[in-house]
């Protein structure tokens, strides 16, 4: 089974999950429980915390190795849960999702089809029971988790899945402290629209079969005029939506993001070879759009 036909049964099974838990938690929310919600425990890590990074993102001059590497994650960087009806995680990630800066502080991008995919019968809905778990590893959420608000897709991808706007922008708050700002605790990625390619960018993603994500660092190439091609090995089912890295900071992990894993073949049909769509003119107004929505 190829890479995208994984990513596609596990979109799949995402969804009807994601459906279930829409379904219980109207139930729930008709039957007028009054259950108190139990808040994660407080992160062990704050922003500040120097990341240890992966010699790839390291070093000004890091060599563009093609190869992937296993390591403890990045702070803006995380993993997206489903969640119950309760909106607990059902500790299964699937997807891959970063920080981004804005006014509000509390914006995630991602792959839009790891919310919705209308063409195969998972239409794009404004909210989506997720949870955001930046840092995530071994088990370990050192920054807490953070649950999804609202998701905005742009009507083309909304329409029929078109791979050319496979982006997804979510609000959300963190769960048991809801007015905290999420790029007060782990930093933002800056967004990069119109960034000429080629250029040398690491990416992460977090494989669904692993509980510890994978980074690398290598050329971001143009493979159209609104599709970027990534070759680096280990980048399986799972690390779609994890961020294409220009420019980052060794010293605070952070950088320019110029794209996420998605658009053609819904990030890639094998593990070594991946995609993502440009980052032009449409992804910056949906950016507007997630901003006013969070203003």
């Given at each position: 089974m190829t890479r995208s036909q994984v990513r596609v049964t596990s979109r799949l099974i995402g969804a009807v999950l994601i459906g279930v838990c829409c379904v219980l938690a109207m139930q729930w929310a008709k039957a007028g429980s009054s259950g108190a919600r139990s808040s994660p425990p407080p992160p062990t890590v704050r922003s500040g915390t120097?990341?240890?990074?992966?010699?790839?993102?390291?070093?000004?001059?890091a060599p563009l190795s093609g190869?992937?590497?296993?390591?403890?994650?990045?702070?803006?960087?995380?993993a997206l849960f489903a969640t119950d009806a309760d909106g607990h995680s059902t500790h299964h990630h699937s997807c891959t999702a970063t920080a981004v800066a804005s006014p509000v502080g509390s914006i995630v991008v991602t792959a839009a089809h790891c919310l919705s995919d209308p063409a195969n019968g998972v239409p794009a809905t404004p909210t989506a029971p997720v949870l955001f778990v930046p840092g995530y590893h071994d088990g370990v959420e050192p920054y807490g988790e953070w649950a999804a608000d609202q998701v905005l897709v742009d009507p083309h991808w909304a329409a029929d899945s078109d791979p050319d706007y496979d982006v997804a922008f979510v609000l959300v708050h963190r769960v048991g402290e809801p007015a905290e700002r999420l790029?007060?605790?782990?930093?933002?990625?800056k967004l990069g629209f119109g960034r000429a390619r080629p250029v040398a960018v690491g990416s992460v993603g977090y494989p669904i079969d692993t509980e510890k994500p994978v980074s690398c660092h290598n050329t971001l190439t143009a493979r159209s005029a609104t599709q970027s091609e990534?070759?680096?090995?280990?980048?399986?089912?799972?690390?779609?939506?994890?961020?294409?890295?220009?420019?980052?900071d060794p010293a605070t992990g952070l950088g320019t993001l110029v794209g996420v894993i998605g658009g053609y073949q819904q990030g890639g049909d094998t593990p070594d070879v991946s995609y993502a769509c440009a980052f032009g003119s449409a992804v910056q107004a949906l950016y507007a759009q997630a901003v006013a929505a969070a203003s």
């Open positions: 120097v990341p240890v990074l992966p010699a790839a993102f390291a070093a000004p001059d190869r992937s590497t296993v390591f403890d994650g990045l702070p803006s960087v995380g790029a007060d605790v782990v930093g933002a990625q990534f070759d680096c090995t280990g980048f399986q089912a799972g690390s779609s939506g994890g961020p294409m890295l220009a420019d980052v």
